[in-house]
């Protein structure tokens, strides 16, 4: 038995902010943004919400793979920036898609998010719990951002994508003589470290406490740590990952690494001695998107032609928590 994903969605606002668009915000510049994130434009919600996008993203994967909404048995949302506490994205994706026979809950591993999905869904399918599972990597930052503040607000962007992925008893080895399915995963966290990326929720202020307490709502940011981190910690945690699948660098197709920062891929790249051709990005067009960032890259690649059967893809993901983690698998 393996796992296949046989059908991917995105969904992006409608909105477009530039960097020239940012300039009239905070002070900062188009040639800064470029230079130090590669950004220069992001999508931003006027109104669409984690769910919504999660929504139109699932629908879309669902259509890829020519499923009814009513076959799905799992929905997985990962997010750390729903509208609502309760109920959970997932259970209004369920509602709006009428996936009324799955079981649906949300996911935060922040960034990691998506990838920590998928190699849950592969524990459950492998497991023969389900046979198979809707994921959505889905944000709304720019409600988390504090946008009087140039040095977070210009890095993120709003979106979702999604995976359907399907347990397969397809066995049939590619002229490349590699097999389709998730080869081998690595999932590591770092708590210790990880208010160096925060956003806090409401503060305990029920009626027994005497002393109420305020907190800053928007997300702080240490990025010179968040950088060093994500330089080492990523190419360690795909070597270890390669490693595990007794693989080498050579052996990958492709990289698809959570969009966070060009500087950092760059950096990835080198560490692993591999050639950035590898690494697709589209981060000029819509920043990070957190835990949408690798299921909306997924998604462009594949509909635009750019993943092939047979072709042996690593997903890297990485960020608050600390967490981050290493996929290793064959389209
Ligand atoms: N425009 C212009 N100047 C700015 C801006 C801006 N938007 N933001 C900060 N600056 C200024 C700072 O105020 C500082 O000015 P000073 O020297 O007068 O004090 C100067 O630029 C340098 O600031 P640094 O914070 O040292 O800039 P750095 O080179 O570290 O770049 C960055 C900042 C891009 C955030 C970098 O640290 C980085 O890439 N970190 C990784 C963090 C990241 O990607 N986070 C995303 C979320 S986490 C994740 O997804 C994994």
Same mark, same amino acid.
């Given at each position: 038995?393996?796992?296949?994903?046989?059908?991917?969605?995105?969904?992006?606002? /409608?909105?477009?902010?530039?960097?020239?668009?940012? $300039? /009239?915000?905070?002070?900062?510049?188009? /040639?800064?943004?470029?230079? !130090?994130?590669?950004?220069?434009?992001? !999508?931003?919600?006027?109104?669409?919400? *984690?769910?919504?996008?999660?929504?139109?993203?699932?629908?879309?994967?669902?259509?890829?793979?020519?499923?009814?909404?009513?076959?799905?048995?799992?929905?997985?949302?990962?997010?750390?920036?729903?509208?609502?506490?309760?109920?959970?994205?997932?259970?209004?994706?369920?509602?709006?898609?009428?996936?009324?026979?799955?079981?649906?809950?949300?996911?935060?591993?922040?960034?990691?998010?998506?990838? %920590?999905?998928?190699?849950?869904?592969?524990?459950?399918?492998?497991?023969?719990?389900?046979?198979?599972?809707?994921?959505?990597?889905? /944000?709304?930052?720019?409600?988390?951002?504090?946008?009087?503040?140039?040095?977070?607000?210009?890095?993120?962007?709003?979106?979702?994508? #999604? #995976?359907?992925?399907?347990?397969?008893?397809?066995?049939?080895?590619?002229?490349?003589?590699?097999?389709?399915?998730?080869?081998?995963? =690595? $999932?590591?966290?770092?708590?210790?470290?990880?208010?160096?990326?925060?956003?806090?929720?409401?503060?305990?202020?029920?009626?027994?406490?005497?002393?109420?307490?305020?907190?800053?709502?928007?997300?702080?940011?240490?990025?010179?740590?968040?950088?060093? %981190?994500?330089?080492? $910690?990523?190419?360690?945690?795909?070597?270890?990952?390669?490693?595990?699948?007794?693989?080498? =660098?050579?052996? *990958?197709?492709? %990289?698809?690494?959570?969009?966070?920062?060009?500087?950092?891929?760059?950096?990835?790249?080198? !560490?692993?001695?591999?050639?950035?051709?590898? %690494?697709?990005?589209?981060?000029?067009? =819509?920043?990070?998107?957190?835990?949408?960032?690798?299921?909306?890259?997924?998604?462009?690649?594949?509909?635009?032609?750019?993943?092939?059967?047979?072709?042996?893809?690593?997903?890297?993901?990485?960020?608050?928590?600390?967490?981050?983690?290493?996929?290793?698998?064959?389209?």
């Amino acid at each position: 038995m393996t796992i296949k994903i046989t059908g991917t969605g995105s969904e992006l606002p /409608e909105k477009i902010v530039t960097n020239f668009d940012m $300039q /009239e915000l905070v002070e900062t510049s188009d /040639e800064w943004i470029r230079e !130090r994130t590669g950004i220069a434009e992001r !999508r931003i919600s006027t109104g669409e919400t *984690v769910s919504s996008l999660s929504a139109k993203a699932c629908q879309k994967a669902l259509e890829m793979a020519g499923k009814a909404a009513s076959e799905v048995e799992l929905i997985i949302v990962a997010t750390c920036s729903p509208e609502l506490l309760l109920p959970c994205c997932a259970c209004q994706v369920q509602d709006m898609i009428g996936a009324s026979n799955a079981a649906a809950f949300d996911m935060n591993a922040a960034c990691s998010g998506f990838l %920590f999905a998928l190699n849950t869904v592969n524990a459950y399918l492998q497991a023969g719990i389900y046979k198979n599972a809707l994921i959505a990597g889905s /944000e709304v930052l720019s409600k988390l951002v504090d946008w009087t503040d140039r040095g977070t607000c210009v890095l993120f962007g709003d979106g979702a994508g #999604a #995976a359907f992925v399907e347990a397969s008893a397809d066995d049939a080895v590619y002229d490349n003589g590699r097999k389709a399915g998730l080869e081998c995963m =690595v $999932q590591g966290s770092d708590g210790a470290k990880g208010m160096v990326l925060s956003c806090a929720e409401r503060p305990v202020n029920n009626a027994f406490v005497s002393e109420k307490q305020t907190v800053n709502p928007y997300i702080q940011m240490n990025g010179q740590e968040v950088y060093k %981190f994500a330089t080492r $910690q990523v190419p360690a945690c795909i070597n270890k990952a390669l490693d595990k699948a007794g693989l080498c =660098v050579d052996d *990958v197709d492709l %990289f698809i690494l959570h969009q966070a920062n060009v500087r950092i891929i760059e950096s990835v790249a080198k !560490r692993l001695k591999a050639d950035i051709a590898k %690494f697709p990005m589209n981060l000029d067009k =819509v920043g990070n998107m957190s835990s949408a960032t690798i299921p909306v890259l997924l998604d462009e690649l594949n509909r635009s032609g750019k993943i092939k059967k047979g072709d042996r893809i690593v997903l890297s993901g990485f960020g608050a928590g600390l967490t981050y983690g290493a996929s290793v698998l064959v389209w």
